[in-house]
């Protein structure tokens, strides 16, 4: 998202711009929207595997390695952070610390990712979104099925439900025909807002020519010259193989939080003996990515007949109030579940159960913040594979959101509820393991994602993050990348 974002807003802008992508293009197959394939036999997930230092084991993170990272698969719902999640804010656990810039600082570039990622959602309806400068460029989709039920319950319950901001070609004459294949699944017609289709391909087709892409090229490492302050090659294994090396005047890298955080750890150098850019030993640490928790609503009397289920949003609790002493979080609608999916969480269940059972489930996905400590952190091990080391924060919170939320849902109709937190291995909102900052001693980059200790090195993905908030990361990390785009520091 943050790379490929950065190379559109460089589209035509006078520098010529190398993507260096570790993947390929995500094949387009018929495999692409089957849950088996996808699911049960996990096709698309290519990520090296992570080792999980508190749990003592091995596992594959859903981390995408392909032209648009991510977000291939990703689930399209992108929301702006609240403005209050800039500032400093209290939660159950500790404080979430400030960001080095506020959300004015941000907004034009949501609103210019907004319209590159086609985003349908409806002003005025979820009272927590921030001031906008102009509305969504198109309208919220239209909830259905039990969907539609849930939301006109809580509505009567004084609730707030609302059209969670989609990404999606549900434009006038667009291709999204809003099927059930659409979170977790790569669009097979590019109907999908993701970023090898909203900014990769455009960058590519820039009227001078002046993005190109590289694939199948893992950057193993950044060099550097003598003095330490600037980047003078990456080494890249290339297919096949074969090392290469790209020299460039600038640098930026967006390989996802973890992936940058290992790059930079594996570059040590004489100047940089504890990895690139990490003078204030802050690269890895910091790592984030929401308490989550798969909330199933089951109402035994109906199917739940929503086929695009990803619609709605709850922010009731999603800050500090009356009934609410610390923030709780956010509610969302989920891609629909199918027995293979519930499969991982019940692998002793019998499929022919789980598929009827998921006939009849409402599914959505409860987040908390999750706050920065130093020793929740991405390392790597002697051979250089990356480990992930994290302990949830705010689970009294989260464990507080889900008891409303089963209140809620017992009243719209839907008795019984199933849930399954997701813990460590729910790398999908990863964030701020490269954290932004003015003080060069306590953060990885400056307020426009500049290293510190590098003088033509930027980070640009959801690393700087210095706090996670309690929503969906993609659009933040798109607006930054924008904003570095437009700054005049890669171009002039
Ligand atoms: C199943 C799923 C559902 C999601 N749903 C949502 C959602 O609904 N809304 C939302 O906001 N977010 C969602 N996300 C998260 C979202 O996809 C990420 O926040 C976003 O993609 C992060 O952008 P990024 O630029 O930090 O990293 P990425 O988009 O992951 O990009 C990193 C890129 O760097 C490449 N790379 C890594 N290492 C190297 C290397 N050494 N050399 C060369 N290339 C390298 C990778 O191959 C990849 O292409 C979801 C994620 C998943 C997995």
Redesign the pocket.
Known sequence: ????TLAYALRDSGVRVLI????DFLPVERENWSFDAVHTEGRYKNSAPWYDTVAGKEFVP??????????K???????RFRESDFGAVHHVDGVSPAWPIGYADLEPHYTEAENMFWVHGNKGEDPTDPWRSADYPFPGIPHEGAMARLVESARRQGLHPFAAPQSVDWRPGGGCVLCETC??FACMVDAKGD?DVAAVRPALRATSRNVELLTN????RLDTDESGRRVTAAR?RHAGGREIEVRAERFVV????A??A??LLRSTSGSHPGGLANSSDQVGRNYMAHVTTFFLAVDPRHKNEAVYQKTIGINDWYSAGPSTPFPLGNVQGLGKLHGQQAKQGKPWVPMSILDEVTKYTLDMFIQTEDLPLSENRIGLDRAGNVTVTRRETNLASHHELIRRMKKVVRKAGFPVVLTRSLGVEA?????GTARMGIDSASSVVDADLKAHDVDNLWI????PFPSSAAV????T?AALALRLGHSGALTT
């Not at 698969?73 to 929301?79: E, F, S």
């Not at 790398?427 to 964030?431: E, G, I």
């Open positions: 998202m943050g790379g490929g260096v992508e570790q993947g859903g981390n995408y390695h392909y032209v648009g990272g991510s977000t698969l990703y689930g399209a719902t992108l929301p979170d977790s970023a090229a893992e950057v193993l890249i967006a390989c996802g939080a992936n940058t290992a790059l790398t999908s909102h990863q964030c640009a993905d959801s690393s969906n990361p993609a659009i990390v």
